[in-house]
């Protein structure tokens, strides 16, 4: 193979691009689990990923994918046969409930578009409707990733208190934390899950799960086998610094640097950096004519954009041509978007230069793969972002 000269852009909604300060945190000497150095390092990032998750009670973090951490979130508050109200906003969700029906659970999945987050209208109806309070947890994803869809959360909370409904929130910000306004406590979230190879800055590795006080109430008599994901023994051993087994050290390492530039730049600058690159993102589809699949403004993705293709045009042929021909990788359509839509990841470690390399890379992909599209995506996008950018001593 010849080798692909500069670097390569991954711009797939997750795993995103790790920073240099990153890698180099990540290559550190691994340390003893069971010495000070390490309960220093265990309580800081615990501690900051508090402060990112907006979440004053415990937060917990497994080695594992985001998947493990969704299971964590069920075996730790669930019963076998309890109900679980979840909405098919896309394939993550879709994912989620079926790993709540393998363990036992009775889930109601709600049907959707695919194109729209959960309707909070919807949850008050149906927490309304369940005046035996059967139902004892609501599952939601924040950013559904394979949509480029989001779910209003606090508005979801509020038809949760409307409906007087006593049932546990759940709420899966993967593609959210380190991107999305997301507020655990505020919003009265009871168990996030979160994962490190989004808006965290890190390859893969780490699942984890913000809880709140309802969430270990309900640990307490929660009943479906839980061994590995049992929160009780991780959360003795957080309490010292520790971890009930070896811990992915390395990874914690790399978070303590991921935090620490999060918060250099300051959680809202980067949240606002999410939603200007969103925009401008936005503002190059529609200029090439193509179609944003997400189809409610207020619902629109910070992290991700999902772009229809023309009728009779195959999205992962456009997605091989941009490997082959610009070195960059754009996300798969997935489920029952495979082919129909590609997506654009702009979330974690980027700047308005790599953003616009990386819509450049589609509208020449879009040239090459003979999608009928019109020219200027990339000049749209520029636009808005010199009117946008936050440049000291701009003159009028
Ligand atoms: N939930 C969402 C919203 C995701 O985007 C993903 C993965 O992309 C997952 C869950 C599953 O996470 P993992 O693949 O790390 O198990």
Same mark, same amino acid.
């Given at each position: 193979m010849v080798y692909p000269s500069g670097r390569h852009f991954l711009q797939i909604p997750g795993p995103t691009n790790i920073p240099d300060r990153v890698l180099r945190a990540l290559a550190a000497p691994t340390i003893d689990h069971r010495g000070p150095g390490f309960s220093r390092l265990a309580r800081e990032v615990l501690e900051g990923l508090g402060r990112v998750f907006g979440c004053s009670g415990p937060v917990v973090v497994f080695p594992s994918s985001g998947t493990g951490a969704w299971e964590a979130a069920l075996v730790n508050t669930l019963s076998p046969g309890d109900r679980v109200l979840m909405f098919e906003t896309g394939h993550f969700a879709a994912l989620w409930c079926g790993v709540a029906r393998r363990l036992g659970l009775e889930v109601e999945f709600v049907p959707g578009d695919w194109r729209h987050g959960v309707d909070p209208g919807e949850v008050r109806r149906r927490l309304a409707a369940d005046w035996r309070g059967e139902t004892k947890a609501v599952a939601v994803v924040h950013n559904e990733t394979s949509t480029g869809c989001t779910s209003r959360i606090a508005e979801i909370r509020e038809a949760m208190d409307e409906a007087g409904h006593p049932a546990l929130f759940l709420v899966d910000v993967i593609s959210s934390l380190g991107s999305i306004e997301y507020r655990h406590d505020e919003w009265g979230v009871d168990v996030a899950v979160g994962c490190s190879q989004k808006g965290l800055l890190l390859p893969p590795g780490l699942g984890i799960n913000a809880l709140s006080e309802r969430a270990l109430e309900a640990s307490r008599g929660a009943r479906l086998p839980r061994s590995y994901w049992d929160w009780r023994p991780m959360l003795e051993s957080n309490e010292e610094g520790y971890f009930p087994y070896t811990p992915p050290t390395n990874l914690l390492f790399g978070l /303590? !640097?991921?935090? &620490?530039?999060?918060? =250099? !730049?300051?959680?809202?600058?980067?949240?606002?950096? +999410? /939603? /200007? +690159? &969103? !925009? %401008?993102?936005? /503002? %190059?589809?529609?200029?090439?004519?193509?179609?944003?699949?997400?189809?409610?403004? &207020?619902?629109? $993705?910070? $992290?991700?954009?999902?772009?229809?293709?023309?009728?009779?045009?195959?999205?992962?042929?456009?997605?091989?041509?941009?490997? =082959?021909?610009f070195n960059m990788s754009l996300g798969a359509g997935l489920g029952k978007l495979a082919g129909r839509v590609f997506r654009i990841g702009h979330l974690g470690d980027l700047n308005d230069l790599m953003l616009v390399g990386a819509l450049g890379g589609v509208e020449m992909g879009l040239s090459v793969a003979g999608v009928p599209h019109s020219k200027g995506g990339v000049m749209a996008a520029m636009e808005y972002l010199v009117e946008t950018a936050p440049v000291a001593g701009r003159r009028a």
């Open positions: /303590r !640097e991921a935090l &620490a530039m999060l918060f =250099e !730049e300051g959680l809202e600058n980067v949240l606002a950096r +999410h /939603r /200007r +690159h &969103a !925009e %401008a993102t936005r /503002r %190059a589809v529609r200029a090439w004519g193509l179609e944003v699949l997400c189809l409610e403004p &207020a619902e629109y $993705s910070a $992290s991700l954009t999902a772009v229809l293709m023309p009728e009779g045009h195959d999205a992962d042929l456009l997605r091989r041509l941009v490997l =082959e021909g």
